[in-house]
């Protein structure tokens, strides 16, 4: 499981996208790169981390399922996933 602090900041950012989206979109219509370089770093999209959403790691991450590999497999192994089984031959 990954640290909350990590978590958590990744959380942070996110909300500060959202807040800025309209503001970001407005501005780079209008071609205004100054303004951009004027909001805050976390404002970017490209700073967010793709996490699981049950263990919170950032590697190995299936964004089909919004989870990593790890986790994947093992709701998959259980069952958990519909329309997911562990293939064999």
Known sequence: MAKKSWIERNA???RTVEKYAKLR???KKQGDY????????DASP???VNRC???GRRRGFYR???MSRIT??????RGLI???TKSSW
């Open 82 to 84: 519909p329309g997911v």
């Open 64 to 66: 089909r399922f919004r």
């Open 53 to 55: 959403q049950v263990t």
């Open 72 to 77: 994947l497999r093992e709701l998959a192994c």
């Open 34 to 41: 100054i303004g951009l370089t004027l909001l805050p770093r």
């Open 12 to 14: 942070r950012k996110k």
């Open 25 to 27: 979109a407005e501005l």
């Open 46 to 48: 490209t700073r967010l």
